[in-house]
Antibody, heavy 124, light 108 residues
Framework: QVQLVESGGGVVQPGRSLRLSCAASGFTFSNCGVYCGIHWVRQAPGKGLEWVALISGGGEKRHYADSVKGRFTVSRDSSNNTLFLHMSRLRPEDTAVYYC?????????????WGQGTVVTVSS | SYVLTQSPSVSVAPGRTARMTCGGNNIGRKSVHWYQQKPGQAPLLVIYFDRDRPSGIPERFSGSNSGNTATLTISRVEAGDEADYVCQVWDDTSDHWVFGGGTRLTVL
C-alpha cells in the first residue's frame, strides 16, 4: 500500500536552507502519470493546514504557494522514488510540521495519502 | 486568492448529527474535499468530490455542496469523531490548493 515517510526536519537559523525528503513506497512516482502528484502541506504550531507546493508525476507541473514562491523548490529522485522540498532563505514563519501527501492516480485536486510529517523550526 | 471560511467550533452530543460548513464564493462550482485531523496526527481524507467516501470511511460521513456553502455531515456522532475537520478546494484560476481554517468538533 502507499506509504510516505518525511525526513530532514530540524532546527535552522533564519536565512539558512534545509532540504526535506519524502520517501515513497507502494507506487512508482515517475510512472504514475501527469495526474498523479505529491503535495507539500505545512501546519504551523496551533494553526491550520497551509498548502505549500505540488510536483506532478512526470515533473511537468510544479506549483507553489505565494508565501514560498522563489524560496522553495520541489524536485524528485526517480531512482530512489523520493521527493524533495528544498527550502531556502528560511524565515521564522516557516516553522511548521511539513507533510507530503499523494494525490490519487487520476486527479491532482485532492490529497489521498499523507505522511506523518517532519518538524521544521526556524529560530536563531 | 480564493478563501474558504469555516466556523471555529461545533459541539454535539453523542448519537446526534454534526454539520460543519465551508463557505466560499460560488463554491458550488468547485469540488470540495474534507479531511479529519486528530491531535498529533496527519490529516485523513474523509470526503472527496463533494460527497464521495474513501474506502474505510463510515457511511455516517456525508457531504454536499451548493451555492456558496459546502457541508460535511456526520450522523450518529461518536466520541472517536472528535477532531478538526478541514475543507479544501483547488482554485483553477491560480493553480493553488486552498484549505479552510478548520472546525473543531467536540463531542459532549
Amino acid at each position: 500500500q502507499v506509504q510516505l515517510v518525511e525526513s530532514g526536519g530540524g532546527v535552522v537559523q533564519p536565512g539558512r536552507s534545509l532540504r526535506l525528503s519524502c520517501a515513497a513506497s507502494g507506487f512508482t512516482f515517475s510512472n504514475c502519470g501527469v495526474y498523479c502528484g505529491i503535495h507539500w502541506v505545512r501546519q504551523a504550531p496551533g494553526k491550520g493546514l497551509e498548502w505549500v507546493a505540488l510536483i506532478s508525476g512526470g515533473g511537468e507541473k510544479r506549483h507553489y504557494a505565494d508565501s514560498v514562491k522563489g524560496r522553495f523548490t520541489v524536485s524528485r529522485d526517480s531512482s530512489n522514488n523520493t521527493l524533495f522540498l528544498h527550502m531556502s532563505r528560511l524565515r521564522p514563519e516557516d516553522t511548521a510540521v511539513y507533510y507530503c501527501a499523494k494525490t490519487p492516480g487520476d486527479s491532482l485536486v485532492f490529497l489521498q495519502f499523507w505522511g506523518q510529517g517532519t518538524v521544521v523550526t526556524v529560530s536563531s | 486568492s480564493y478563501v474558504l471560511t469555516q466556523s471555529p467550533s461545533v459541539s454535539v452530543a453523542p448519537g446526534r448529527t454534526a454539520r460543519m460548513t465551508c463557505g466560499g464564493n460560488n463554491i458550488g462550482r468547485k469540488s470540495v474535499h474534507w479531511y479529519q485531523q486528530k491531535p498529533g496526527q496527519a490529516p485523513l481524507l474523509v470526503i472527496y468530490f463533494d460527497r464521495d467516501r474513501p474506502s474505510g470511511i463510515p457511511e455516517r460521513f456525508s457531504g454536499s455542496n451548493s451555492g456558496n456553502t459546502a457541508t460535511l455531515t456526520i450522523s450518529r456522532v461518536e466520541a472517536g469523531d472528535e477532531a478538526d475537520y478541514v475543507c479544501q478546494v483547488w482554485d483553477d484560476t491560480s493553480d493553488h490548493w486552498v484549505f479552510g481554517g478548520g472546525t473543531r468538533l467536540t463531542v459532549l
